[in-house]
């Protein structure tokens, strides 16, 4: 179900991780159904979609001019970030977006640049030049993970592989490590996911990683019991995990802080071992 709204927010939230900030919602939902996605929690089928684009992007242009953000920093070292798919997979929604107006907004704008990361690889972006001012931030994970987890999503080689394919067709690329699951072989799994990595992917130099570990969610915890009932086992695991205070409210629960150090210290050993030319960004 798909719906088309007239959008009457324009809030712009400071990210400061990813990006600098999120931008108002172009859309709010999403067609995949991957059983850790928070948008599910707040709506669990569908998908409405912003009619008034040029009202959005409006409000990130003044934005943009009045709100001094001291670079270079880690988002980027030049251009102020937004976040245009926060509550959305863009790539997967693109048909229903005005998307080359948004592109052409950010790749014509001397200040602003967007960003958003997918699951899903769409080809009919590649016809369009960005001049790096979007950003790309393919999701990976083991493919065994992705089988259970992200069902009906681009396969995780088939990302890999279009990372060097929109590099060279003018856009920025990030590989988002996101979320980081640990169950027994972890790490064995992402040593194989890093070795895809280094393979296929020839912009070494370019291509930089943000990694996030797993948040859950007691609301979804309990969707997913009869929703996806085999992805609880890797997701909701109490010995591993404690409560985590959510500013949007309801019980979430993430890896014990303890742990949690230990586990960032494996995946950078490993990472840095393997393909020590992807700077990790940030690591939560």
Known sequence: MIDKVLRKTFIIRPSGRSTDFISPSFGYGCLFDCSYCYMKRHRPDGLSVATNTNDILTEINNHAFFTPV??????HPKFTTYDISC???????????????????????????????????????????????VRIRYSLMPQKMAD???????????????????????????????????????????????????????????????????????????????????????LWTPDTQEPKNSQYG????????????????????????LIPWNTIRYIF
């Open 87 to 133: 509550n959305e997979d863009f790539a997967l929604h693109a048909k229903h977006h005005e998307w080359e107006k948004i592109f052409d907004f950010f790749k014509d704008h001397p200040i602003a640049m967007a960003s958003f990361a997918t699951k899903y690889v769409n080809d009919k972006f590649l016809s369009y030049n960005s001049q790096f001012k």
């Open 148 to 234: 259970i987890h992200e069902k009906n999503t681009s396969k995780i080689i088939d990302r890999i592989k279009a990372i060097d394919r929109f590099v060279d067709a003018g856009y920025e690329v990030h590989i988002n490590f996101s979320p980081v699951i640990v169950y027994e072989g972890w790490l064995d799994d992402y040593a194989e996911l890093f070795s895809l990595i280094d393979t296929h992917v020839k912009w070494k130099d370019q291509v930089l990683a943000e990694v996030i570990f797993l948040t859950h969610n007691l609301d979804k915890h309990k969707n997913n019991l009869t929703r996806h009932p085999d992805a609880e086992t890797t």
């Open 250 to 273: 309801g019980m979430n629960i993430r890896y014990k802080h303890d742990l949690k150090r230990v586990f960032i210290e494996q995946f950078i050993d490993l990472h840095d071992r």
């Open 70 to 75: 001291d670079k270079p920093n880690q988002t």
